[in-house]
């Protein structure tokens, strides 16, 4: 199994950005590589993905808003979240899908003040 540690979440007001990093240890031969996030009484959603060939997906919601990406190794990819707003507000999950298992990272959270 792989290991994933995000980082860059934190507080800020309305209109704000903020950078999302996930740092993948071990194997990195992925299928796929997203965000996915879980606010107070709802289901955890995805946010955004790539998907082994360049494919990307992002929800409905933050797409034209958030950018997701990757290193060219492949062990390191990001959110970048631009115009947030009080809805993006959750715990932010990193996630990693290979053929065998599907790995997270303990996630981190991003509050949007109005």
């Known amino acids: 199994q792989v290991q994933l540690v995000e980082s860059g979440g934190g507080l800020v007001q309305a209109g704000g950005s903020l950078r999302l990093s996930c740092v993948a240890s071990?194997?990195?031969?992925?299928?796929?590589m997203g965000w996915y996030r879980q606010a107070p009484g709802n289901q955890r959603e995805l946010v955004a993905r790539?998907?082994?060939?360049?494919?990307?997906e992002y929800a409905d919601a933050v797409r034209g808003r958030f950018a997701i990406s990757t290193n060219k190794a492949r062990n390191r990819w990001y959110l970048q979240m631009n115009n947030l707003k009080p809805e993006d507000t959750a715990d932010y999950y990193c996630n990693a899908v290979s053929v065998s298992y599907t790995s997270w990272g303990q996630g981190t959270r991003v509050t949007v003040s109005s």
């Open positions: 071990g194997s990195t031969s992925f299928r796929a």
């Open positions: 790539i998907i082994t060939g360049g494919s990307i």
